[in-house]
């Protein structure tokens, strides 16, 4: 064998060698970047960036043929950075091979090192290393191939896709530290879908298109449309939705568009005005077929960011710049589906319903051999379900709370500034919670909270070491969505502060019974009484419930309760 073709077999993954019947384990990861070195000096290099709970490096390969192998180079070069990330869900792991596959062509076809002269690439091909090493032959059983693979969660049993915002395992903050110091223009997130069986073998989803700045959202429209457009020439059956079913396993009910929230990686990255694009292929194509299909993508993006990166950049760079300039704000902080749909004709298969003697339920049964056409509603009309107008100053973090939120706010590259005088009787808006859930079972490790209430004028007493976090930066909508308490990834919905909804102090119930007679020789206080029996039967037939009553309207009662701790300030 020639020595150059020795040297490209060299550069050929476990999945390639084994005709995409396995794939390889994390083990060869740090030899085949090596090889890629040997074979491409001053083109790639390695970076290690973390280490797993269970003490496994974490690996990156740079490419690029324009000599800026580092973060700072890059940045001096204005040159646009694509971050490829394979194996958040490590048994989703067809962005791994694809990876590996689509940088060794690119850096040997002539249309390859001409994009590679103009982007630089940053590929993860694990993120989920200890969930990728956890390998199985089931661990995805609604998929074709690979014969064994990752499972989903980490070592610590963490979705880190669920984990953007809160950034509770140290995987997660090795990544946003990368992403800090490479700030990619895409963050390409490739993954496999679960559920039915259809002809479409790729769903791709992107933002910001529905939300973010707005000159990004329509920039993001046409690099979606154009990578779409790609993908259909090349023979695939794209979707620009994800293909879930509003009733679950039943495919009549049809499908509804969504925008996902910043726990994803497809709903964070337009907080920091930069553009993420969500892949996933099919699960129920074969092993090689849905390698194809991303190493596709990958090609085809690095190509469009060679020819448009450096309008992608400059436009980013005009969204930070109006950003910082504290400019009116509104963040939509969750949405949902209108009850308007259009009928589409959607390729899927022939498939049967019946009733099932096993489960008690209804079985569906699908024919991959037979293609068919269902007319089935798509709900795509998407209106804001939670909103909130940024203040026109910014956020206080009360100084008992400012180690930890500083902490996260690092993370993300959230900019503020600690009070370095108290500031007395400061005029602010409070949150008191007029209504307060948390969740029954935790969810990734935290309690949730879901609250009811609403931002009102007050006075506050400003420690010292308390943090100024202002709107005017270029992540601003990053910082509504960590400070605003009615969304969805709010540091308060992710349980950041629910010991203000504990209650500490008690009114013991003989001194209540003194304390109520006092207060009802008040008339208006006892008709407010009375009609609360008469309009609350639960209430009347609870004694201690009526005792709370005249408890919280005593002196003593905690003026704190409910209260969130974080306060808005218009200067």
Excluded: C
Excluded at 83 to 98: M, N, S, T, Y
């Amino acid at each position: 064998m020639p020595v150059q073709a020795a040297q490209v077999e060299a550069l050929r993954t476990e999945a390639e060698r084994s005709g995409f019947v396995r794939t390889g384990r994390y083990a060869e990861l740090a030899p085949l970047i090596a090889q890629f070195q040997a074979r491409y000096p001053g083109a790639v290099r390695e970076e290690s960036f973390g280490t797993t709970p269970e003490g496994r490096p974490m690996l990156a390969m740079v490419v690029t043929r324009s000599g800026a192998l580092t973060a700072s180079e890059a940045r001096a070069r204005n040159l646009p950075v694509l971050l490829v990330q394979g194996g958040i869900h490590a048994g989703e792991i067809e962005g791994k091979d694809a990876g590996f596959i689509a940088l060794r062509q690119m850096l040997e076809d002539k249309a390859g090192k001409d994009a590679l002269e103009k982007v630089v690439i940053v590929f993860v091909p694990i993120y989920n290393i200890d969930g990728h090493e956890r390998f199985h032959a089931w661990n995805r059983p609604n998929q074709n191939g690979p014969a064994e693979m990752g499972q989903r969660a980490t070592a610590q049993n963490l979705n880190l896709n669920r984990d953007y915002i809160k950034q509770d395992a140290p995987e997660s903050r090795a990544m946003l530290a990368l992403v800090e110091r490479w700030d990619p223009i895409v963050y390409l997130d490739i993954h496999a879908t679960d559920g039915a069986k259809f002809q479409h073998d790729v769903a791709v989803q992107m933002e910001p298109l529905h939300e973010g700045d707005a000159a990004l959202m329509k920039l993001g429209q046409g690099i979606s449309d154009e990578l779409l457009g790609q993908l259909r020439g090349q023979g695939s059956k794209p979707l620009p939705f994800y293909p879930t079913f509003l009733k679950r396993d039943d495919p009549s009910s049809g499908f509804a568009d969504n925008v996902y929230s910043p726990r994803f990686s497809t709903g964070y990255f337009q907080l920091r005005n930069r553009y993420s694009i969500l892949v996933e292929t099919h699960s129920w194509k074969p092993y090689g077929e849905r390698v194809q299909i991303a190493r596709n993508i990958i090609v085809d993006l690095a190509g469009m960011a060679a020819r448009q990166g450096a309008r992608w950049l400059a436009e980013a760079k005009a969204a930070d710049a109006r950003a910082a300039q504290g400019a009116p704000l509104q963040v939509v902080l969750d949405w949902k589906p209108t009850e308007r749909f259009r009928t589409i004709d959607f390729q899927g298969y022939a498939y049967t319903r019946t009733p099932s003697e096993v489960s008690g339920g209804t079985w569906t049964r699908y024919d991959d051999r037979k293609p068919q056409v269902w007319k089935v509603p798509l709900y795509d009309e998407l209106v804001p379900a939670v909103s909130a107008d940024a203040p026109a100053g910014g956020y206080i973090v009360p100084a008992a709370y400012a180690a930890q939120v500083a902490a996260l706010l690092d993370l993300h590259g959230v900019r503020y500034e600690r009070l370095q005088q108290a500031r007395l009787q400061a005029q602010v808006e409070s949150f008191r919670a007029q209504s307060v859930a948390l969740a029954p079972t935790t969810f990734e490790s935290r309690q949730r909270a879901t609250v009811t209430g609403a931002w009102a004028p007050d006075t506050r007493d400003l420690l010292a070491g308390s943090l100024f976090v202002p709107i005017a930066q270029p992540r601003a909508r990053l910082v509504v969505t960590l400070f605003e308490p009615l969304g969805p990834d709010s540091l308060l919905s992710w349980g950041q502060f629910n010991s203000s909804f504990q209650q500490q102090e008690y009114m013991e119930g003989y001194v209540a019974e003194e304390v109520a007679r006092v207060q009802l020789r008040d008339p208006a206080l006892a008709k407010a009484y009375q009609q609360r029996l008469d309009s609350d039967p639960a209430f009347a037939a609870s004694p201690s419930e009526r005792l709370k009553f005249f408890a919280k309207r005593h002196s003593s009662a905690e003026h704190a309760l409910n209260l969130y701790p974080v306060v808005r300030v218009e200067k």
